[in-house]
């Protein structure tokens, strides 16, 4: 086993976590409440891999021969977002949640962006990303004003017409931003949030979106395999989640079938090591928005490209399809949702039908691609390789 195809279905959380509750979260489950809304979806080849048979999946129709090794995570670090699960996957645990701004940011830090930006600051609260921009986007367009806004989770955001701030300034108030919230103030991710349209209702955010994360405060899988040179792949938003770090080649995304179409481009390259994917749309355009049709729609979408996957996968390959948190698009709020995620490993030399239970972290999976790469081994998380090689 040379190399792992490592695709992370954003969100796709299957079930709440026994301390849901704390996170206020009650009965989540985003992939079962999107299946009982919609017990017509059609997801034959996730199931053929095993989904439907994780324990706690009862909403889906098992098969009795699944391709695949399949399980379920619970989450150990303090938080339910895009980098308290990234980083938990490949080894570091947030045992102290990352800072939120509940009432917005304070004066002193609006102050100084606006003093170091030379733009005036509008929003400043808590928001939806779409109900922000019909709010403040027609203004934004005739001041030049920015739209900061944060939400449950560790981000400062920053929105902006395309057509009125270009691009380029937007990411430089994002880096300023960005050395602005350290230390005391340091929120997780920074989020550039371009925008198109005229009006609004008519507002829609575009695929320049760019996040400016911490740094990870310990070495995590992906730097274990770089520093034993081989590749790290990031496709998608992975090279933001990570600050870079422990990447070795990465390219940016437009959409989940861009980010299919850019995975499978790499696994017909002759590279060894990790193609890391993270396919967004699930929890951007779906989750948050609380569309579940379109929530569904997109699942049935990335199901339908397994084949091809598959197809391109070479007989030392090892893929491996988890999600890093939930976000039910049923339930209330526009936030994530405290849930296991659900886990499948496919490949060759993979064990058939084998019931890999429910794993204490998220770091086991990490742990795991580790072990199949033979490079040293993360400071957190127990690998399950021996269970699943033939």
């Not at 034993?228 to 990031?234: E, F, T």
């Not at 030399?349 to 072990?371: M, Q």
């Amino acid at each position: 086993m040379k190399r792992v195809i490592w695709i992370v279905i954003d969100s796709v959380g299957i079930g709440a976590l026994p301390d849901s509750e704390k996170f206020g979260d009650t009965n989540v489950n985003t992939l079962g409440n999107i299946v009982k809304t919609y017990p017509d979806i059609k997801i034959p080849n996730l199931i053929n891999l095993g989904i439907g048979n994780i324990e706690g999946a009862d909403f889906l129709q098992g098969t009795k021969t699944p391709i695949g090794a399949f399980g379920k995570c619970g989450e150990l670090s303090q938080g339910k977002d895009t980098t308290t699960g990234h980083w938990e996957m490949t080894g570091v645990l947030v045992e102290t949640p990352f800072k939120t701004f509940e009432n917005g940011f304070p004066k002193e830090i609006i102050d100084e962006f606006e003093s170091k930006t030379g733009r005036k600051v509008v929003a400043n609260k808590p928001a939806s990303g779409t109900a922000i921009l019909d709010e403040y986007g027609e203004h934004q367009m005739k001041t030049g004003d920015v739209i900061v806004y944060t939400s449950a989770d560790s981000v400062f955001q920053i929105a902006a017409h395309e057509e009125i701030i270009p691009l380029e300034e937007l990411y430089k108030m994002c880096e300023i931003a960005r050395e602005i919230m350290m230390g005391d103030n340091a929120v997780a991710r920074i989020i550039a949030r371009p925008y198109i349209g005229e009006k609004k209702g008519c507002f829609t955010r575009t695929s320049n979106r760019r996040d400016y994360s911490l740094d990870p405060f310990e070495p995590t899988v992906l730097d274990n395999i770089k520093e034993s040179n081989l590749d790290v792949i990031g496709v998608g938003k992975i090279e933001d989640i990570f600050n870079g770090q422990g990447i070795t080649e990465a390219i940016h995304t437009h959409d989940n079938m861009d980010g299919v179409d850019q995975t499978i481009n790499y696994m017909k390259k002759d590279n060894k090591g990790l193609i890391f994917t993270n396919l967004v749309d699930f929890d951007s355009k779906y989750g948050h928005r609380r569309d579940t049709l379109g929530y569904k729609k997109a699942l049935e979408e990335f199901d339908l490209r397994i084949p091809e996957i598959i197809d391109s996968m070479k007989d030392e390959d090892i893929l491996i399809i988890n999600a890093d948190h939930g976000n039910d698009p049923t339930y209330k709020g526009t936030d994530h949702t405290r849930e296991y995620i659900p886990v499948i490993v496919y490949g060759k030399d993979v064990k058939e039908g084998l019931n890999l239970g429910i794993r204490d972290s998220f770091a086991d999976i990490g742990a795991t691609v580790a072990d199949i790469l033979n490079v040293k081994m993360p400071k957190h998380g127990k690998s399950f390789k021996t269970e699943i090689v033939k």
